[in-house]
């Protein structure tokens, strides 16, 4: 019986550097790892390490590389640029370049996991829309910097650091597209901006993180609440414009007319940035009936910055034809309604949509 026990021993530690050979074999020692940079504060420069000014999406791809040389013991690194703008010049027809890009690389078995730099700004928007168009496992993972390089601590090296040490991790496989700063994993679709100049301005408030890293060691907590990438209904691959969508927030004494002029300008959808579970007053709820029946779809969301809107609680969204955002804050409930507005102009399937994405 001791020879069986070795043989059962030998047999698992066989098992184990199999399992692990699987993951390197196909490229030596390393994991392939591939940065889309797309410019930001992160690839930002100003003339001095102390100065508030400064500019957004200088610098490529190759210099944020060298700036971290250690990612060379995590994986092996290449870097494509992608676009090199401050994210709130960030646009479709990017997300759309950036998307099928990912899904390309995805494909390719010597790639193992895609690190995307990015702006503060709008990330959260990019992220979510990546999170409903990209459909892979691998580990997709963007990150971002709220100082410029050239800054005194500037918080991009080790950010860059520590998302290819998740984008090269196995165990982050299959959790949606994250974003990784100040040592915390987050999901894309919980992730917001809190603080216009903070370095710890990153919250996912609602549900939290998906988990921490330190110095290239990960520790993840959950995997997604909601449908994500590869079990994602939707697909820009055959898409070159998203459909238009605004947004318009919402305070005491809105004037209505700005919802009708949404419609007349175009917009196929609309989201209102409302005052708690999504409110707004009785003239602006009148104003939404007319931008249904003129075959608007009108997504309810809050300007408060948790929780979630719920469906016919103060609103009567039957009533009205509305669609209620769940915990999509303004930004998001955008991106996911241009994604819908692909498929669909339908407020029941639209709000199935919200309930599960
Ligand atoms: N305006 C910058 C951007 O989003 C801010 C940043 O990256 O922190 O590109």
Redesign the pocket.
């Known amino acids: 019986s001791v020879m069986k026990t070795r043989t059962g021993v030998l047999a698992m530690v066989l098992v184990m550097l199999a399992t692990v050979g699987a993951w390197a074999d196909h490229h030596g020692e390393r994991p392939n790892v591939v940065i889309l940079a797309t410019?930001?504060?992160?690839a930002?420069s100003a003339e001095t390490q102390t100065q508030a000014g400064y500019t957004?999406?200088q610098v490529g791809v190759d210099i944020l590389i060298d700036a971290v040389p250690q990612i060379k013991d995590l994986a092996d690194v290449t870097g494509e640029q992608i676009a090199n703008?401050?994210?709130?010049?960030?646009s479709d027809a990017i997300w759309l370049e950036l998307a099928k890009r990912i899904n390309e690389l995805a494909a390719d078995p010597e790639v193992d996991g895609i690190v995307i730099t990015?702006?503060?700004?709008?990330?959260e928007e990019t992220g979510y829309f990546l999170n409903l168009a990209v459909n892979t496992d691998k580990p997709v993972v963007m990150t971002?910097?709220?100082r410029p390089s050239t800054a005194l601590s500037a918080d991009g090296p080790l950010n860059i650091f520590n998302a290819v040490a998740v984008a090269a991790d196995p165990e982050a496989q299959g959790r949606g597209v994250m974003f990784v700063a100040n040592d915390d994993i987050h999901g894309a679709r919980g992730i917001t901006k809190t603080s216009t100049t903070h370095g710890q301005t990153f919250m996912s408030p609602d549900r939290g993180l998906i988990g921490v890293t330190l110095y290239g060691v990960n520790r993840f907590f959950r995997y997604p609440y909601t449908l994500h990438t590869t079990e994602s209904e939707f697909s820009v691959e055959e898409v070159d414009a998203l459909p238009r969508v605004a947004v318009l927030y919402i305070t005491a004494d809105v004037s209505p007319d700005l919802i009708d002029s949404a419609g007349a300008n175009g917009a196929k959808g609309l989201v209102t940035a409302g005052v708690g579970n999504g409110n707004m007053t009785g003239p602006a709820l009148e104003a939404v009936k007319r931008a249904v029946a003129k075959g608007v779809v009108v997504v309810r969301s809050s300007r408060v910055p948790s929780g979630s809107v719920g469906r016919n609680v103060e609103v009567d969204d039957d009533e009205v034809g509305s669609v209620a955002s769940g915990e999509l804050n303004p930004a998001k409930a955008r991106v996911l309604l241009k994604m819908a507005l692909l498929k669909t102009k339908d407020p029941a399937t639209i709000q199935d949509y919200f309930d599960r994405y």
């Open positions: 410019g930001g504060t992160i930002g957004s999406g703008v401050g994210s709130q010049d960030m990015h702006g503060t700004d709008t990330i971002a910097a709220m």
